[in-house]
């Protein structure tokens, strides 16, 4: 019986394929090919846009999760592991567990990468230990943002650093009307006296938004930054080449294996 519920599939749900982002979910693949050896691991992607552009553009047929699942099923599966990749419980989250709750397969959902304070926890551990000298430089996690109630994930985690951190550590968004906005951040920076900060996106794939909102354009954070005297390194990856991140998604996994009848998730 074992050996039949160790081949439970594994299906990575995430948002969109572009070159920069097939990638990262490459290095995330070959990871927890590894991690979970017993375990089918495959892709679904949940972006329409992206679904459609990459059909116009390559001719390429990606697939919703509700397709990967259909399609595990035909194949005889009764059980299947739906791995959220966002980083938090927000619009996308909540579309996915919309989307596959119809599939007549049943699914164990591993949340996104922040949602207990253990796992808060468990990120700013990993990020201080890759942090620089902060009593000389800055370091600002910039995250996309999102009009869902889940926006305060920003907050909680900045609280968390604060906890952790006196001061250096600050966490922003880039949406216009998200919050912590720019402005707010470049405030702060300005008022505890940095000359130089680090821009660190706190995405999975660092794809359009750091070269646009980041670095580089004439509305971007660094131009803002530097236009107040502030120097600016901006990081160019993003948390999907974390190993230590994927490692987090990797107890989520765990998590949704250990609720399936007969299955241990622990198998590294």
Known sequence: MQDKFIKIPIVMAA???????METYSFIDNYCKKRFPGHDILWAFSSRMVKDWSKKRHDIDILHPYQV???LED???????????????????????????DCEIRTSVGLPLLCEPEDYQAAVT?????????????????GHGTDHPGWCTYLALNYIFSENFKSGIYVGVVEKNGYPPRDKIIQEVKHAGYKKVRLIPFMLVAGM???????GSEDSWQKAF????????????????HKKIIELYCRHIENALDVIPGVSGNLS
Not at 15 to 21: D, I, L, N, S
Not at 88 to 96: A, D, I, K, V
Not at 131 to 142: K, T, Y
């Open 69 to 71: 699942l259909n399609q």
């Open 126 to 142: 990993i990020f201080s230990n890759s942090f620089p000298d902060i009593d000389q430089e800055a370091v600002i996690m910039v």
């Open 226 to 241: 530097e236009e107040q005297g502030i120097s600016v390194f901006v990081e160019n990856k993003g948390l999907g080449f």
């Open 75 to 101: 194949q005889g599966h009764k059980w299947a592991v739906v791995q959220s990749m966002h980083l938090m419980c927000g619009h996308e989250f909540y579309r996915l567990v919309e989307e596959i709750k």
């Open 209 to 215: 938004h750091v070269e646009d909102d980041l670095a």
């Open 15 to 21: 948002f969109g394929t572009t070159r920069r982002a």
